[in-house]
């Protein structure tokens, strides 16, 4: 009687050992999944049938698709560079960023390859490429709507990466050729060869030489001055400027005053001429609002001082609609030298500065009141 009574007891108690046995495999089936997989060149080589579907190629590696054996379609990019040393670098920095984050607006790292004929990086498959080529090369196959989608989506990975990570990640390079869409055109950031991990302690990092993209880098990443996670927010508003004009920044076949967009962008707002800049753009009517809207985000964003550009995430809600957008100062005073522009009268003239609890202030002119919402997302004004 009691062998009988103890056993039905544990069955009571105890579930299906067979059962617990299934479910915890599957669980940690997944749980493995969830982080980087080593794989070997053999099973690379497989899956891309031996590299011959290119995807593209630059400075860093070769992109080429595959397709593993449960059907997982994905990209590989095998690094090469002139020198072991450039190439370890860039391996480290994307594996041990991408491999330890996980976000819809970040492109997936799946796993990886080390080996003394190879070093690889294999990442998700993104059906539609990168976002360069719809802003330069196909223009009018995504609608005005799409683009501010693509856009806010964008502002929010960046913003995961400098604020909801356990530390703070910058990616210094920024642009429309490491915005990669998926079949559904949504955006995911990608190539993150450049990135540093950094202390939220940290207010600066120190920088051994240039990084970005010439264009799109912030200045102070080009002189000896102190680097914050503010170049990633430099180098969003110049991406901004192309995804709302659909041209690049810097164009040389046009006139000299059409040749660097911001700077034509800057000129209309500030002669309240935007009605005309939306025109040669070529966005309607219903889209001129958040058009505008845009404009005047990526304005604040490519400040030449970096304790005057908004958070990440005030981007995210400034481009949201959520939070009143500051009437932006002339960003690039140092560029502006004698453009004779009539000041418009009343908010024209106002500006504003955002600061965030690792910038220091800068004294800045100011006629703007301060309001309880700029208060809470950390937008201040500098007195003068």
Known sequence: MCVRRFRTQNQTAVPDSRFLTLTMDKFLNDMEREKPIRFTSQQLRIATDNFTH??????????YKGVFPNGTIVAVKVLYGNSNKTIEQQFMAEVSTLGRIHHFNLV?????????????????????????KFLFRENGVLGFAKLHEIALGTARGI?????????????????????????DFAPKVADFGLAKLCNRENTHITMTGGRGTPGYAAPELWMPFPITHKCDVYSFGMLLFEIVGRRRNLDDSLPESQEWFPR?????????????????????????????????????????????RPLMSVVVKMLEGALEIPTPSIPFQFMMAGIPCPVLPGNATQTSSFTDTDSSQIPYSVSVPETPIMRRYEIEIASA
């Open 54 to 63: 290119l995807l593209g190629s630059g400075g860093f590696g070769a992109v």
């Open 108 to 132: 997936r790292l799946y796993g990886f390859c080390f080996e003394r004929y190879m070093i690889a990086l294999v990442y998700e498959y993104m059906n539609n490429g990168s976002l360069d």
């Open 159 to 183: 913003a995961y990466l400098h604020e909801e990570c356990q530390q703070r990640i910058i990616h210094y390079d920024i642009k429309p050729g490491n915005i990669l869409l998926d079949a």
């Open 264 to 308: 034509r962008v800057w000129k209309k707002f500030e002669c309240g001429e935007m009605g005309d800049l939306m025109i040669v753009c070529g966005i309607e009517e219903n889209d001129r609002e958040m058009a505008e809207r845009m404009f005047k985000v990526a304005l604040l964003c490519v400040h030449e001082r970096p304790q005057l």
